[in-house]
C-alpha cells in the first residue's frame, strides 16, 4: 500500500511541478510572486473543457487551451504589471495586483461556467498495469512522461537557447541587459506566457486525472505549487519538480495514514519545516544585494 501511496503520489507531484514552474520562473526575473497564478490554472482547465465541448477533439482542445493560457498570462502582465513597472511602483503594489487579477479571474469564470462541478474527460485511459501488488494506470503514466519531458524542455529552453540566456541576464541585471539591446518587457511576457502555458498543461492533466473541473479549483492547487517552488527554492527549475514530488507523496501519505482532512495541509508542515532548517529551499541560493 505504501509503494501504491507513493507513486500517486509523485504522478500528482509532477503535475505540482509544472505549476510551480509558473511561480519560478516569474519571480525568477521580477522577484515577484504571482498569485494569480492558480486562476490561470484554472482557467486553462476550463478553456480545454471549453474546447472539447465544440467537438474539437481532446488534445487538439489542449492544444488551443494552451494558447489562450499563455495569452492570458501576457494580458495580466501587460494591463497590470508593466504599467506598475514603467511607474516605478512599491514590490507590494504588483503582488495585491496579482492577488486581485486572481479574483477577477474566478469570477469570470464562475459567471461563464456556473459555480458546479462538470466532469472532464478521461486523458490516456487505456487500462491498468499490474506491477506485482501495484495498481498503475496507463493516464498516471502518462502524466509523469509528460510533465517530465515539459520540465526537461523548460530547462533546456532556459539553458541552452538565446532567449533562455536573455531571461537569465533579465534575472541578473535589467538595466544591464536592457543596454545590451535585450527588449525586457518582451522577455518578461514570454516568461508569463510560458508561465500560463505550464499551468495550462497542468490543468488539463489533473483534470483529466481527476475527471472534474470548477471555478475555484485553482485556489488550494495555486497554495501547494507555490509550497512546492518555496520548498525546493523559488527561482530554480530543479527546485520546482523536487518540491512538487515532495508536496505530491507527503499529500497522498496524509491521506492514506490520517485521513482525507489532513492532505492539504502536509504540504505547508513540510514547508515550514524545510524554512526553518534551510530559509532558501532546498536549491534556493542566498542573494547578495550591493549597496
Known amino acids: 500500500m505504501i509503494g501504491q501511496q507513493i507513486f500517486n503520489g509523485l504522478t500528482l507531484g509532477m503535475a505540482y511541478a509544472l505549476i510551480a514552474v509558473g511561480y519560478s520562473l516569474v519571480f525568477g526575473i521580477l522577484r515577484l510572486v504571482n498569485f494569480s497564478h492558480g486562476s490561470v490554472y484554472a482557467f486553462g482547465a476550463h478553456a480545454a473543457l471549453l474546447f472539447v465541448g465544440m467537438k474539437l477533439g481532446i488534445f487538439p482542445a ?8 499563455g495569452v492570458l498570462g501576457i494580458l495580466i502582465d501587460k494591463t497590470a504589471l508593466e504599467p506598475l513597472r514603467k511607474k516605478k511602483s512599491m514590490p507590494i503594489a504588483s503582488l495585491i495586483t496579482t492577488i486581485g487579477i486572481s479574483n477577477i479571474i474566478q469570477n469570470m469564470l464562475t459567471a461563464t461556467f456556473g459555480s458546479q462541478k462538470k466532469a472532464f474527460p478521461a486523458l490516456f485511459d487505456f487500462g491498468v498495469i499490474s506491477v506485482g501488488k501495484l495498481q498503475i494506470s496507463w ?23 538565446k532567449i533562455g540566456l536573455a531571461m537569465r541576464a533579465c534575472e541578473q ?20 506566457f510560458l508561465g500560463g502555458v505550464s499551468a495550462a498543461i497542468a490543468g488539463a492533466l489533473i483534470s483529466g486525472y481527476y475527471q472534474i473541473v470548477y ?5 488550494m492547487a495555486g497554495l501547494k505549487a507555490f509550497a512546492a517552488a518555496v520548498l525546493g527554492g523559488i527561482g530554480s527549475l530543479p527546485g520546482a519538480l523536487i518540491g512538487g514530488l515532495l508536496v505530491g507523496v507527503s499529500e497522498s501519505m496524509a491521506a492514506t495514514f490520517l485521513g482525507s482532512t489532513y492532505r492539504d495541509c502536509m504540504a505547508f508542515i513540510i514547508l515550514i519545516i524545510v524554512l526553518i532548517v534551510r530559509p532558501n529551499g532546498l536549491f534556493g541560493k542566498k542573494g547578495i544585494t550591493k549597496v
Open 215 to 219: 471555478p475555484n479549483m485553482g485556489y
Open 62 to 69: 489542449i492544444l488551443m487551451s494552451l494558447i489562450f493560457t
Open 173 to 192: 541585471n535589467p538595466k544591464a541587459a536592457s543596454m545590451m539591446g535585450i527588449n525586457v518587457n518582451f522577455i518578461i511576457s514570454f516568461t508569463f
Open 139 to 161: 493516464t498516471q503514466i502518462c502524466m509523469c512522461i509528460i510533465s517530465l519531458m515539459l520540465m526537461l524542455v523548460l530547462v533546456l529552453l532556459v539553458h541552452k537557447t
